[in-house]
Structures are given as C-alpha cells and as structure tokens.
C-alpha cells in the first residue's frame, strides 16, 4: 500500500456491528455517562443528545419544556383558561393518560442514556453501579407520575360525582353571570345555601341541622354567613309558587308534632306531602331544591346554589386535614342528650376544655359543632361559625396535597351540590379571594325585634339582612389578617339611601343601635 492509504482522511468511520450504515455512540467514562444519566433524569431526554437516540431525546426535551412554558404563561397570563382546563373531567383524565405514558417514556430515556454512553466493554461494577443509578432514577420518576396520574383520575371522578353537567337529567343550567373576562360582571353577590345533614341511628331519614346562607361579594370576596335556627318554623315560598299556595301563611303542618314543623324537619317532610314535589322543577335532590326557595323566600334572597354536607362525613374530611384548631371559650359537650318530656336524656361522654387554640381532631371538631347538650342553637350556630372560618383560613395546598386521596374519597361521599361543573374555573377564583378576605356573621336572636322560631315576621327578617349587606358602607374593613368572623348589630335603617350591594359586615336581628363595635365570637375569651 502507498504511503496516503494510512492517513487519517482515508479511515473508514466506525459503524455499528450488525447495523450497516449506522453510525456508532460516542461511548464515554462511566463518570461522564452517569452524569448524562442524571441529566435525563433532570431534564427529559436531554441526555441522549449525542447518541443515535437524539431525536428521541430531544422530543422529550421539547415537550417537557413546552408544556413548562405553556403552564407558567397560562398561570400568569390566562388563569381563567388554565382554571377551565384543571376544572374539566374529560381533560383531567386525557392529562392523566398523558402523564402517564409521559413517565414511561421519561423513564426509558434514562435508561438509554445510560446503556448507550456507558464504557464498552464495561466492568461488572461499572454495570452494578449504573443499574442502581438508573433504578434509583427511575423510581424517582415514576413515584410522582404514578401519584399524579392517580390524582388527576381521583379529581376527574370527584367533579363527576359532586358536580353537574347542564346536560344532566335535573342537571344545573349554564350560569350567564358575565363574560369571559369578568364571569361575574352581572352577578355582584354568589348566594350559596350550606345545608348540614344528619342521618344518625337515632334520626328518621335527613334533617338538616345545620342552615345557613353565604352571601359573597364577588369582586372581594367578603362573605357574609347568614344562620337559621333548625327550630325555626313558618317559612314562606316564592309568591307564586305551587309551594306558597300549599302554604300561603308559611309551612306548617296541622296536627304534626311540634318537631315536624321545623326547618330541620322540612327537607323530607315537604318533599313528602302529597302534591308538593311536583311543583318544583326538575333536580337531582328535591329537597335541596326547596330549601333554597324557602330559605331564600324568608330572608329575602335569591339563592344561586346549595351545597349540602352530611355530618357523620364531616369527621373524615377534618381527619383528612390533619384536624382543625378552634378557641374553645367554655366546656362543649361530646354527646348527650337534653331532657325532653318525659324523656330525662343522659349526660355527654365528656366534655371539651376550655383553652386558646385547640387542635380538634374529626371526632371532636363534629361534637364541637353540634353538641347542644345544656346549651341552646344559637351557641352552637356561633360555634359552627368559627369551624368553618377555621377551615377556610387553615387549608392550604401543602394539607390538600398531602391528604389529597383520602380528600377526594370523603368528598365523594360526604359532599352534594347543584353548582355546574361550568362554573368551577370561576368559583375556584373566586375562592382564593374568598379565603383572605373579611368573614362575618348574622343571627337572629329568639323573641328579639320580630324574629321567632315560632312565628317569625319575615319582613323585619329580611329588612336585617339588606342592613348586613349594605353595612359595609358605614364600616371601616380591616385587613384579611386581622378581620375574625365578627358578629355586629346593624339597623334596618343602614339601608336606606343605600346605591351599592358591597357588604362584608354582620348584623344580629338586634337594631337597637344604628351600628355596633363588632365583636370577634371565635376569638379565645376566657370570662365567657
């Protein structure tokens, strides 16, 4: 051979054994590809950039990082859009699909990246060491894809069986509140009946314990908590309904037992009269529906919503979050049973101390809720009051993330609505705002300015609820991180004049003043 055969230019390049035309990795040191191996891990595919993998790699790499851009721009500049999606079922299961084989891919990415820039012929403890960097990756990888796909099904069927579809059969309509850009442009106030049901060994069928209206500025997010008394009687429909000309005075039942009468009694009673059901349009729980029109009718407002809980499902959604801590200002009752008649009830199990600060796990924070023995409703309505303030201001993500299965599994159970899944980007907005923002209360006290739970005068009723939401005006708003849920008396007087429908404050059924210095009834106060 001639001299010029040997030079460098005239070396055929190495290709592939087995493979014609196919060009070989560029093998490297063990330390180089474990730290590529590591880049795969850290950045999808990026690793087997150099390798006959590229293309395969760089994909990854560019859906990764796509997928990145698009979330923190849509965080940031189209929340709305970005709400809708996470909101969506259907999107929510395609997401969990994706993530899914996602992880997959991810995974085998960085076994390539390892097998193919690895030494070769490599030594055996080269092999062992890039087998345990590799399982240790993978694992990493596929523990967090396998927790979110399975979250994302979770949430998935958890808005499919809580909340509806307009299509639904008795299924909520499509709200027109406001546009795109503001879903609330026409809708000042969201009204949300929450309904507390108890289905006890010892109740016939439901009763609604707990009733109460939040009435929430849409724009802020200061929300008002309007509660009834489960004693409560006579309350009246919508002028014009089939209801009201059942009970045009107000229902009541003649020759019922006195317990039948009342409001915790009306969410089977009513639904059961003869006639009544069929004069309430089409829902999935009738006696929801009623309750909204009777409540709302009474008070004088339009309710958009209900959102019923049952209480024995209360305990495991405290549980799932770690508990909740209250002031507990005087001994609270864990069981027991009043005297009534001929009845002599019995005494509680235990009682709940006094003390700043109480963590209260599911169990307790029920009987802290809803003990009534020795006490009467309006105690135990402040005491609800101050769980659900508790609750909204110490959930966060960390808790929700954390607990998010067993969250998930108690909604589903525990939890039913009438609020369309359409509305969710909406509602989850507004939230936020709602979780920072002022939370006050109104009660109506027994025999007080027109208000009976026997035979209340719904007009001076409601004349107390428009003084709460048009308060505001004349009342200075603290901050969200100093404002507790206060109870304040209101004139009915503060309406007149009044241009605006912004309120936060709370008014008790007492106008004895024009207005009153609130009071913080969650507050730890040790002379109660």
């Not at 009777?294 to 209360?314: C, P, Q, T």
């Not at 135990?380 to 998010?404: D, F, H």
């Not at 025999?447 to 048009?470: E, I, K, N, Y």
């Not at 709370?506 to 730890?524: K, Q």
Request: aromatic content about 8%; hydrophobic content about 40%.
């Amino acid at each position: 051979m001639t001299e010029q055969e040997y030079t460098p230019q005239h070396v055929a390049e190495p290709r592939e054994v087995g493979r014609p035309g196919r060009r070989a990795d560029r093998r490297r040191g063990f330390g180089t590809a474990s730290a590529l191996t590591v880049v795969s891990a850290v950045v999808p595919g990026l690793g087997l950039a150099g390798t006959r993998w590229r293309n395969f790699g760089l994909t990854l790499t560019a859906v990764a990082v796509g997928v990145a851009l698009v979330g923190a721009g849509a965080f940031f500049f189209a929340r709305g859009w970005l709400l809708s999606v996470v909101a969506n079922p259907t999107w929510l299961l395609i997401m969990a699909i994706a993530l899914a084989v996602f992880g997959v891919l991810w995974a085998v990415a960085v076994t390539a990246t390892q097998v193919l820039l690895r030494p070769q012929p490599s030594r055996w403890w080269h092999r062992l060491l890039g087998a345990l960097l590799v399982g240790a990756l993978t694992f990493g990888l596929a523990v967090p894809s396998a927790f979110g796909a399975r979250s994302l099904v979770e949430t998935s069927t958890l808005l499919r069986a809580v909340f509806q579809d307009s299509d639904d059969p008795g299924g909520a309509s499509v709200p027109t509140f406001g546009n795109s850009s503001d879903p609330w442009a026409n809708k000042p106030r969201l009204n949300v009946l929450i309904l507390g049901a108890d289905t006890g060994d010892d109740r016939t069928g439901t009763r609604t314990d707990t009733v109460m209206v939040a009435s929430i500025d849409t724009k802020t997010g200061e929300t008002v908590l309007f509660g009834l008394p489960r004693q409560t009687e006579r309350l009246i429909f919508p002028a014009g309904s089939g209801l009201a000309k059942i009970w045009p005075d107000g229902y009541h039942l003649t020759g019922e037992a006195d317990g039948e009468q009342q409001l915790s009694a009306m969410y089977q009673n009513v639904i059961n009269y003869p006639g009544a059901a069929a004069t309430l349009p089409a829902s999935k729980d009738p006696g929801a529906t009623m309750l909204k029109m009777a409540v709302g009718a009474s008070l004088g407002l339009d309710i958009d919503y209900y959102v019923m809980a049952n209480l024995e499902g209360f305990v495991e959604i405290v549980d799932a979050l770690g508990g909740v801590t209250v002031n507990v200002n005087k001994p609270v009752p864990v069981g027991g049973k009043n005297p009534s008649g001929s009845d002599p009830g019995f005494p509680p199990d235990r009682w709940l101390p006094p003390g700043p600060d109480q963590h209260l796990n599911g169990y307790d924070a029920l009987w802290f809720a809803r003990g009534r023995y020795h006490t009467d409703d309006y105690d135990r309505m402040s005491r609800q009051r101050c769980v659900i303030k508790a609750l909204s201001r110490q959930v966060n993500l960390t808790t929700v993330l954390a607990n998010y299965e067993a969250l998930t599994q108690a909604g589903r159970d525990v939890v039913a609505t009438d609020v369309p899944n359409s509305l969710l980007p909406a509602l989850l907005e507004l939230a936020g705002r709602v979780r920072t923002a002022p939370l006050r209360s109104v009660s109506f006290q027994n025999g007080v300015d027109g208000f009976s739970t026997t035979r209340p005068q719904w007009s001076l009723v409601q004349q107390h609820v428009a003084a709460a939401l048009v308060a505001q005006d004349a009342t200075p708003v603290a901050t969200a991180s100093s404002t507790p849920t206060q109870s304040a008396s209101v004139s009915p007087s503060a309406t007149k004049g009044a241009t605006t429908r912004r309120a936060s404050t709370s008014a008790s059924a007492t106008p004895s003043t024009s207005t009153a210095e609130a009071v913080d009834e969650c507050a730890y106060n040790p002379a109660a």
